[in-house]
């Protein structure tokens, strides 16, 4: 199985806001590296589980949309391959 360094970067941000916005961790008592690391982990356990992200069909402004989030609509072509 390979490594896919985009699915995993793109659950880990996912996951690190996500632990970030909850009230428990996002608490003083809990450090900040047991957030990164649990959203490693869980990045670690999530993003084999997914497809492969379509950066072959992509070109940069498409894809640096999709980084930036502003145009939805030029990352949702892209990766639907219009």
Same mark, same amino acid.
């Given at each position: 199985m390979d490594f896919d360094f985009y699915n995993f970067f793109l659950v880990f941000v996912r996951t690190g806001a996500f632990l970030l916005a909850l009230p428990f961790f996002s608490a003083v008592n809990v450090p900040v590296m047991m957030r =990164? !690391? #649990? /959203? !490693?982990? !869980?990045s #670690? #356990? =999530? /993003?084999p589980q997914l497809p492969p992200f379509p950066v072959e069909r992509m070109d940069l402004i498409s894809l640096s949309a999709c980084?930036?989030?502003k145009p939805a609509s030029a990352c949702c072509s892209a990766l639907s391959g219009g």
């Open positions: =990164i !690391a #649990l /959203a !490693a982990f !869980a #670690l #356990l =999530i /993003a980084w930036c989030g």
